[in-house]
């Protein structure tokens, strides 16, 4: 039962374009949505969210674009550096109602120089 | 900045054998957290706890799985008798509020 999905396992974009990592939700009740990042051999990294009420949450280079009616979001990074090199997962949790956090299988996203 | 940290990193033990995972959360989180990942798969909750209690579990947490917060500041992950398929990466997190939790490095448990 995958209430998550990333259908992209692995991503290549060039140095300094955007990068668009994808993300699918079935469950409706999911209220907030975090976006990870993990290299290996370490925990993931949060890296930004946003609250079902919202449909953009900017931090820096990241943005996160939320669309309940699609049940979709996205992640971008822009311009997209070597560092970013790494898998991202992306999450969910019912917030109050629920917190555990549940994972997408993550794509991993190549800068190429 | 502070961070969550987790030891071992990597543990090994024979099947049948009891493992605890160590962690410390950030000092003024409130919920604290156990995930795992077994490799090639996706990171799975296994449990939460509040107020000095479980607040939920998965259907992976069963019997052989306990949690404890012994001293206000550790938080522990034990399995009593480990069996091969709980090789797995496992992740501890915490949070001061229920929306964005912060994971620890991680410990690398390998069942043999």
């Known amino acids: 039962d995958q209430q998550v999905k990333q259908n992209s396992p692995s991503l290549s974009v060039q140095e300094g374009r955007i990068s668009i990592l994808n993300c699918d939700y079935t469950?409706?009740?999911?209220?907030?949505f975090l976006w990870y990042k993990k290299y290996p051999a370490e925990g993931p990294t949060f890296l930004i969210s946003i609250s079902s009420i919202k449909d953009k949450n900017e931090d820096g280079r990241f943005t996160v674009f939320l669309n309940k009616s699609a049940k979709h979001l996205s992640l971008h990074i822009v311009p997209s550096q070597p560092g970013d090199s790494a898998v991202y997962f992306c999450a969910a949790s019912e917030g109050e109602r629920d917190d555990k956090i549940i994972f997408g299988k993550g794509t991993r996203l190549h800068i190429l120089p | 900045e502070p961070e969550v940290t987790q030891t071992p990193s990597h543990q090994v033990t024979q099947m049948g054998q009891e493992v605890i995972l160590r962690c410390v959360p950030i000092s003024n989180h409130l919920y604290f957290y156990w995930y795992r990942q077994i490799l090639g798969q996706k990171v799975e909750f296994l449990v939460s706890f509040y107020n000095n209690e479980i607040s939920e579990k998965s259907e992976i947490f069963d019997d052989q799985f306990s949690v404890e917060r012994p001293d206000g500041s550790n938080f522990t992950l034990k399995i009593r008798s480990t069996k091969l398929e709980d090789s797995a990466m496992y992740f501890c997190?915490?949070?001061?509020?229920?929306?964005?939790?912060?994971f620890g490095p991680g410990t690398r448990l390998l069942v043999l």
């Open positions: 469950n409706s009740m999911f209220d907030y």
């Open positions: 997190a915490s949070s001061y509020t229920v929306e964005t939790q912060y």
